[in-house]
């Protein structure tokens, strides 16, 4: 397995950006943007994760990552995260933020057990007005709210 940053149609990696975000409207709006590094093994695309700029030149945002279903928990994400870590330190980032549902309790641990720190909730982030289906449920869990986390690059 191998990252690489990827500059070809992004169409393709639609199944992936699915994976990590069920509104259809939110992905069109931002599936061109930012930077894209791509888990490779041998021909086959396993995980993607996107990086965009803020208005602050110091902080990047990690916008959307997946791993394929069959090949999650063997330790893709974590090297997508690292080298997105490298990536954002190399253009002199200070602070790199992601955001999930709060509903996700796996993404929840993913992100902390990767060093990212909760700093913000956004209620009801998750709904119809934002291309959500009202009464969408994660592991029985309503989804409504967006949790913030952020991680010191500078560390
Ligand atoms: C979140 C996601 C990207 C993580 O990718 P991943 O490749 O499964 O991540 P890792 O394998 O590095 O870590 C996942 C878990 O597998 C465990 N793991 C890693 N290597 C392992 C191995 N060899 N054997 C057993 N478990 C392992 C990790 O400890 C981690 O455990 P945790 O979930 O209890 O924290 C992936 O689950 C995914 O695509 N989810 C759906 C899309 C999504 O929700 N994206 C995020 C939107 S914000």
Known sequence: MHIDHYDDDRNPLLPLFALADDSQTQIAAY????????????????????????????????????VTEKRQREGIGQHLV???????????????????????????????????????????????????PEGTLVDGIPLRDRVLFDLDLTL
């Open 82 to 132: 690292r080298a997105a870590i490298a990536y954002c330190r190399a253009r002199n980032g200070h602070r790199l933020i992601v955001s999930t549902a709060a509903a996700d309790i796996a993404n929840l641990r993913f992100y902390q057990r990767q060093g990212f720190r909760m700093y913000k909730i956004v209620r009801d982030a998750f709904g119809p007005s934002t291309g959500y």
């Open 31 to 66: 599936i061109t943007r930012g930077e894209l590094l791509v888990a490779h093994d041998a021909d086959l695309l396993v995980g993607h994760l996107q990086i965009l700029e803020t208005e602050d030149a110091s902080v990047f945002e990690l916008k959307s990552m997946a």
